[in-house]
């Protein structure tokens, strides 16, 4: 990850789609990303954020932007950067197993 957010990423009010965020990136650009997930690991929430191309599809690159995720009292979210290999390495291994368990999931529903 080196790009990094702004701390306040604009989240829309959820309407039951897909809910997007705005990053401001560092180079002075910005990213805009699908929330694919919000996890919990040993106390402390993380996001998983999928870069849009221009017509707002996914990306096909499959790279995904990882923070600490956090909301204040009014429930405003903001996001932090991983500055820590073993904080972002075992992040992302959660991450990985969220993702083992939702292939899991869908293969059984299929059944």
């Known amino acids: 990850m080196s790009k990094h957010p702004n701390t306040n990423p604009e989240l829309p009010e959820d309407d039951g789609s897909d809910i997007l965020v705005t990053l401001s990136l560092d180079d ?3 990213a805009e ?5 919000i996890f919990e690991l040993e106390g402390q929430n993380y996001i998983v954020l999928l870069p849009l ?11 995904v932007f990882l923070y600490r995720y956090f909301e204040d009292e009014e429930g405003n979210p903001s996001l932090d950067n991983i500055e820590d290999e073993e904080e972002l390495e075992a992040a ?3 991450f990985d197993e969220l993702l083992d368990e939702a292939e899991w999931d869908a293969l059984l529903e299929t059944d």
């Open 92 to 94: 992302f291994d959660r």
């Open 33 to 37: 990303c699908r929330i694919l997930t």
């Open 28 to 30: 002075g650009s910005e």
């Open 53 to 63: 191309d221009e017509e707002g599809n996914d990306k096909e690159e499959g790279e």
